[in-house]
């Protein structure tokens, strides 16, 4: 496992290169370290950093789209590359790379791990700031210094196919809802792939959880914005919050009344309700309850790629 440190006007965010998914683009990247650059805020890909001087990886690009890793929807986190020209972006809010409202196909060559909501604020604040200097280097060691990642609400345990997870559960953000899951455990049902929604699993728990409340609790947030220390409007877009709702990331928990819950596991994009509506008000749609904290996404993700061949599975969630 390899490492690689980012740094913006002395605060630091460290990415582990995928190795594994996308041997030869990290090889590329890592070849060429330390990488320096001024770079922008997006204006087109949603919230990120892009690069201007672009690393030189001297990779072939003849076979494009058909690229190492491929991503088409970016993560908080997630560091591409475009293989057209080798332009990197960082994103700290969810979008997909694009170049005037062009989506494209890109290699995902790093992910940032921990918690790194100042390295976050640094990119955002470019959008009044303007550029910054931007340094990417090789990491000599095991393991960075990664800052840890709060959990604040109650936990449970997630068992399937021999592994084992720890999700947390947004009590506070919806007390009534997840109090409800809390109360229905232990739960026990077939988990299949969820259709059309991209890498996510569809846990079967229709009507094993009781007392569903009326009303979705969570609503979409918007931040303070401000300028030389002054407030100036507010944004749902532009900022980060990995438990924030309003959009889903891999280890998400997300929960229908009519469907049960659902495990996002990679590249997925859900804002469409989930089935055609219980009748209770407000929840056909799906609303985020929680967050994988322990075990590894890429294991349920593999186990997501598996039973596309084995078929579905047993899972069982219990307290923890």
Known sequence: MRWIELEIEGVKAFARLIDEKAPLTSQALWDVLPYEDTVTHSRWGRGRLHTHNHPSLKMESINYPFVENPS????????????????????YSPGSFAWMHQLWIVTQVAKIEGEFGQFAKKIERMQFEGAKKLFIRRFIGNKP????????????????????????????????LCNAILNSLPLEAPITNLHSSGQMLHFWVKDKVKDIPAEIETRRERWPVTFEGNEIGGTAVAFYDNREIRYNLPGDLLFGADEGIAFVTGQAQVTASLGRGSGIVGQAAQQKIGRIVKGEVDDMLNLGNRMEWEGAKIMKISKA
């Open 145 to 176: 210094p990664l800052n840890p990642i709060i959990v604040k609400g109650p936990t449970v345990k997630i068992e399937c196919d021999g592994m084992t997870w720890i999700a947390e559960l947004y009590s506070d953000r919806a007390p009534k």
């Open 72 to 91: 088409i929807y970016q993560a908080p986190g997630d560091v591409v590359l475009w293989p057209l020209n080798n332009e990197l972006t960082v994103s």
